[in-house]
């Protein structure tokens, strides 16, 4: 079946410093990766994707993520984390021969202190 | 366009009640989904409907609970009768063609508390 795990529940960066959350996968096939956010007392957003080609892909709020097919991962990262980056992200992968329907990993808690 | 809106925002009711959660997706999406959140689970996904029709509901929990989509532009998720483990944030979201192409735009949330 396919899965994603994020091995951190919860990640502490200094504001100002790179962040990275981290995200491996387990598919059987092409891997349909996607990363969401969710800021407290809302709903997720999307924040990037990736479906094929380039190896980093650039979503929104400056954040970008890197594929990396030998090591089965795909870290969201940022180079200059901002306070306002605190939120609970979320990695996800495509369902098995489903265009349709994501499969959630359980989260990363993400503070950036100030 | 106002988004995914969910209905009510926030719901406290005692175990035993019919509890009913509202959603309008946005226009013109026409996949919509039905989430839960907990601490314990995380956020599972309960069914989704394409076109209004129910594509996938292995993930609703037990008879207990319900959802439908008369039209294009309301679904409603019913959890009768409630019970306290049945205390979440249900979310609500829609999409318009699939997610290899659109992504996922979720509602607000209503907390549910089962007393």
């Known amino acids: 079946a396919q899965s994603v795990a994020q091995p951190e529940d919860q990640v502490n960066v200094a504001e100002g410093n790179p962040l990275t959350v981290k995200c491996t996968y387990s598919?059987?096939?092409?891997?349909?990766l996607f990363w969401y956010v969710q800021y407290p007392n809302r709903g997720l957003q999307f924040l990037l994707k990736?479906?094929?080609?380039?190896?980093l892909v650039k979503g929104s709020y400056g954040f970008e993520a890197e594929f990396n097919k030998s090591q089965t991962s795909f870290h969201l990262k940022k180079p200059s984390a901002l306070v306002s980056d605190s939120a609970l992200y979320f990695c996800?992968?495509?369902?098995?021969?489903?265009?349709?329907?994501?499969?959630f990993g359980k989260g990363t808690r993400l503070h950036i202190l100030p | 366009d106002a988004g995914v809106i969910q209905s009510p925002r926030h719901e406290v009711t005692e175990m035993g009640q019919e509890v009913t959660l509202r959603c309008k997706p946005i226009?013109?999406?026409?996949?919509l989904f039905w989430y839960r959140q907990t601490m314990m689970r995380g956020l599972e996904l309960l069914i989704y409907?394409?076109?209004?029709?129910?594509?996938?509901d292995s993930g609703m929990p037990e008879d207990r609970f319900s959802a439908k989509m008369p039209n294009a532009s309301f679904s409603t998720l019913k959890i009768q009768p409630s019970e306290p483990r049945d205390s979440a944030v249900y979310f609500c979201?829609?999409?318009?063609?699939?997610?290899?192409?659109?992504?996922?735009?979720f509602g607000p949330g209503t907390r549910l508390t089962v007393l």
């Open positions: 979201a829609s999409s318009l063609v699939g997610v290899l192409y659109n992504e996922q735009f």
């Open positions: 598919v059987s096939g092409n891997p349909y």
């Open positions: 990736y479906i094929t080609g380039d190896n």
């Open positions: 996800a992968v495509r369902d098995i021969g489903r265009d349709d329907k994501i499969i």
């Open positions: 226009s013109g999406h026409d996949y």
């Open positions: 409907f394409n076109n209004n029709v129910p594509i996938d």
